[in-house]
């Protein structure tokens, strides 16, 4: 009798304070070491869409947003930030990351991160399995591990079946839910490898085993082992599994003709690195060759049928005088942009005509650039170059990203070269 009570006591002990340790600490944001949370990142200026403690609906958004600082003397026992990636701490998949964005570049993949910089982060959820959840932002260091930001509670209400998560394809195709799209099919395609697998070890289990067989093993009877069937069963097996290979892939082929494969490159960070110049003001550092043109790649779209890459750039004109974009040029093919004449004349005798697009490089705004003026511009390059070079192939890469040079003249005919690069989207509809 005096054991038993011992026993519902430690038990109720033992259940308060799983109790209570989850209230007090959510989940295991205090576990880290004190000079891992004090010597890699320092989040701050951190704001979420919705109040601590509040609730919310199933289907609701909350949006992560701050800066987050890389400490510039990061402990040498844990890897440094060359690989990392942004997401949010929360206690399983009760949101889905909407999109997730350091510096606005998507965070879709992984980037790397300089020592030293501060980046703004923005993280947008969706709730989707109610409960009372512990809401953070996160970034995972490779081969460190996920380092938290500060989180806030969020109670989500409602139903986990009313979740809904649409969204249109880079084709127009409209899937109404995400969740539950071609779970069907996944279901099928595992019940008929199960059935195969289950006759295979059916085939091989009906006859004695172990025992039996270990005894023929050591006698050597081989032929009685595998019979002239199982070989004639394994042979037909080979051919039937690569048959309905081909066969499933060629359907698939078929019904999902635009396939993207998963991306497995890093997203380039460089072109919008945040100089910290005394904590909390933020100043962008651009990439280039040239100090004298600044340039950032917003967004950048390959349009499949009509054969042009459209890039939208922010250029800043740090030089003294009034510069226009006059090429465009990456992989060997050159787009000229026709309004500039120092650009035409650049147009050497004896470069092959193939690798000279036919028509000019379209320029959203060709009036000069101003000194010390930042312009967004839309930058069109048209060519069927982009189909004999192969460079539409790019689709099939589990990089899409691009890269170019663009060389910018000034009014007393300067040429200054800077890089432009970033992911690149593939659009089918117009
Ligand atoms: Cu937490």
């Known amino acids: 009798m005096f054991k038993l009570s011992k026993m519902i006591e430690k038990l109720v002990l033992s259940m308060m304070l799983v109790v209570m340790t989850g209230v007090a600490f959510a989940h295991g944001e205090r576990n880290q070491e004190p000079f891992l949370r004090m010597k890699t990142l ?75 910089h501060t980046y703004e ?69 595992h019940l008929f490898w199960a059935a195969v697998a289950v006759f295979w070890l059916l085939w091989w289990m009906r006859r004695p085993l172990l025992v039996v067989r270990f005894l023929k093993v050591k006698e050597g009877s081989w032929n009685e082992l595998i019979t002239k069937n199982d070989k004639f069963l394994g042979a037909f097996m080979i051919v039937f599994i ?38 909390g003001t933020v100043k962008a550092k651009q990439r280039n060759n040239d100090a004298s043109v600044g340039v950032i790649s917003k967004k950048a779209e390959y349009f499949l049928p009509g054969r042009t890459v459209t890039v939208e750039a922010e250029i800043t004109n740090n030089s003294r005088l009034p510069i226009q974009l006059g090429e465009f040029t990456a992989a060997n093919i050159r787009f000229i942009n026709h309004d500039v004449d120092f650009a035409m004349k650049g147009v050497d005798e004896g470069y092959p005509d193939e690798l000279v697009a036919d028509k000019s490089l379209g320029v959203s705004d060709n009036t000069p650039i101003q000194p010390g003026e930042s312009r967004l511009i839309k930058i069109n390059a048209t060519d069927v170059a982009w189909e004999t070079e192969r460079l539409s192939s790019l689709m099939n890469d589990p990089e899409s990203s691009y890269g170019a040079l663009l060389f910018f003249f000034d009014s007393e005919g300067n040429r200054m070269i800077s890089e432009l690069s970033g992911q690149i989207l593939p659009t089918f509809v117009d």
């Open 121 to 189: 982060y923005r993280v947008i959820l969706k709730a989707r399995i109610p409960g009372k959840h512990h809401v953070h932002p996160m970034i995972n260091v490779e081969s460190a591990g996920g380092l938290v930001g500060p989180g806030i509670w969020i109670t989500i209400d409602g139903e986990a079946d009313d979740f809904v998560y649409s969204v249109t394809t880079r084709t127009g195709q409209v899937i109404d839910n995400l969740g539950s799209y071609a779970v069907q099919n996944v279901v099928n395609w």
């Open 242 to 279: 690569i048959g309905v290979l081909i066969y499933a892939n060629s359907i698939t082929k078929e019904k999902y003709p635009r396939t993207i494969p998963l991306q497995a490159g890093k997203v380039d960070l460089m072109s919008l690195a945040v100089h910290n110049d005394g904590l």
């Open 42 to 116: 320092h989040w701050y200026d951190a704001k979420w869409s919705v109040e601590n403690g509040s609730t919310i609906q199933v289907n609701d958004e909350v949006t992560l947003t701050g800066k987050v600082h890389f400490f510039s003397s990061w402990p040498e026992v844990i890897n440094g930030p060359s690989t990392i990636f942004l997401a949010n701490a929360t206690p399983g998949p009760v949101f889905i990351r909407k999109a997730s964005y350091l510096n606005e570049v998507p965070m879709i993949q992984s980037t790397g991160a300089e020592l030293g």
